[in-house]
C-alpha cells in the first residue's frame, strides 16, 4: 500500500501549521507531494482526519501515529507561548 510521511512541519508567523507529506509508493519511492495547514489553535485530529480520508481514496495508508505524535507536539509548543 501506498503511505504517507511526514517529511516537513512549518510554523508560520501567524501561529498557523504547514505541514508536507512525502507520497511513497508501496516500493518505497516517492511518487509526490501531499500539502495541508491548521490555523493557529486549530483541531489538528480533525485535520489529521480529513487527510486520512481524503488520501485513502487514491488508496494511501494513513498516517503513522509516529508522525501525528510529532505534528501534535509542534503544535503544543507553538500554541502554548
Sequence with gaps: M???IVEQIEIT?????????HKMSSDGDL??????SIEANGDVDAQIAAVNSHMAMENFSPISNADIA???AVAIAAWST
Design 31 to 36: 511518487i509526490g507531494n501531499h500539502r495541508t
Design 13 to 21: 508567523k501567524t501561529g498557523n501549521i504547514q505541514i508536507r507529506m
Design 2 to 4: 501506498k503511505s504517507l
Design 70 to 72: 510529532r505534528v501534535k
